[in-house]
């Protein structure tokens, strides 16, 4: 039953334009009770939905992490497949050249590997619980490369990123440890690459600081630090929108201060503080398609989209979903025009982004340029 969306109060008319409620993702059996902490979508079927939950406390019996793929495609209300693992899954990825291969990270610190083609709910494969790879939860995941050379990324909250051959997860290919300066290692919290970038990428931290890093190379490690956040970062995400002008220096970071804050890497000071909310920040996201436009969502149930170009003080449209549960998660569908947001309680809100909102007008690259600027030239 998809009539139980938002009434037209959840919504302002300029919100309606921009916005609108298309369904929703909840099983009884699988979701329920449990915190959505990770979405991601297929990249050759794109319809389908990964995501995944953590542990049921009304549920001691059943098993702590869940993932699910929907199908959104279908009206059908149940998951096209369902998968299980001993412990919660924090994060979780197709592997991006294996369609039938899904990858989730455990609060554990294992890895585990899961194939749809088995007739099985637990995972085929998972990684060794041991000091050479990952003993504290992991909240970070990414495919990246080519292919015929790609590995999986991991990172865990103690600092430790590893790099994992697909078919080999019995040992990490590599691994390196984030430290800050005075050797203490970085207690990542989410982590980004720009896009088809291997070596480069940047995390956030449980203390409230950004870093970008390299894998490889004498520097490899910590290479800037990013200061500005009064509590943790909740969520991280490089602009990687391909078109004229590149900004994939750009990069935001969302804060459990209320705040959501833009860097660039080729500037240590901050550029701008997004401050309209008023409750934790938990995740942002730019689009896929639009340089100007960001998505991001907070614990008061509200998912916000924000085009710089149109304003930098308030977002471009507002949304309260109903029963106003805390938003853990947010997501654009790769073609840009859907955004799909994961809550507290199991449930996962898609929305449709209108064409005109959700494309970029030939003139956005040369704006967002002139946008950039103008905000460094008014910082303090």
Not at 230 to 240: A, D, L, M, R
Not at 329 to 357: C, L, M, R
């Amino acid at each position: 039953d998809y009539s139980g969306g938002l009434g037209e109060d959840g919504l302002d008319e300029k919100s309606h334009q921009c916005v609108s409620f298309n369904r929703t993702f909840f099983d009884e059996r699988w979701s329920k009770n449990r915190v959505v902490t990770a979405l991601d979508w297929c990249p050759q079927y794109p319809e389908l939905l990964l995501a995944a939950y953590n542990n049921n406390e009304e549920a001691p019996n059943d098993p702590d992490g869940v993932v699910l793929i929907w199908n959104t495609k279908f009206k059908k209300s149940t998951p096209e497949y369902i998968f299980h693992c001993q412990s919660s899954v924090l994060s979780t990825t197709f592997a991006r050249f294996h369609p039938n291969l899904i990858l989730g990270g455990t609060y554990s610190g294992q890895i585990v590997l899961w194939d749809n083609r088995v007739q099985k709910r637990t995972p085929i494969q998972r990684t060794p619980l041991s000091a050479n790879a990952h003993t504290h939860p992991v909240y970070c995941m990414n495919v990246v490369g080519t292919t015929n050379a790609h590995n999986l990324i991991s990172v865990s909250t103690d600092g430790r990123l590893c790099s994992w051959s697909l078919d080999m997860l019995g040992q990490p290919q590599e691994t390196l440890d984030l430290h800050k300066v005075q050797s203490k290692p970085v207690a990542v919290t989410c982590l980004d690459f720009p896009h088809s970038d291997v070596n480069n990428f940047v995390v956030g931290s449980e203390e409230g600081s950004a870093y970008s890093a390299c894998r490889h190379g004498a520097k490899a490690g910590v290479t800037d630090v990013y200061d500005g956040h009064q509590g943790p970062i909740t969520g991280i995400s490089v602009n990687s929108v391909q078109g004229g002008i590149d900004f994939s220096h750009m990069f935001l970071t969302s804060s459990i201060d209320w705040t959501i804050k833009l860097w660039s890497l080729k500037d240590p000071k901050l550029i701008y503080s997004f401050e309209d909310n008023g409750d934790y920040v938990l995740d942002v996201k730019w689009s896929p398609t639009n340089p100007a436009l960001f998505a991001a969502v907070d614990g008061s149930g509200r998912l916000d989209l924000w085009n710089l170009n149109q304003d930098t003080e308030v977002p471009a449209a507002s949304i309260m979903v109903d029963g106003c549960p805390a938003l853990n998660k947010v997501s654009w569908t790769p073609s840009g025009t859907h955004v799909t947001v994961g809550d507290n309680q199991g449930k996962i809100w898609v929305y449709d982004v209108a064409e005109n909102f959700a494309h970029p007008r030939h003139d956005e690259w040369n704006k967002f340029l002139y946008t950039t600027q103008e905000l460094r030239n008014n910082r303090v």
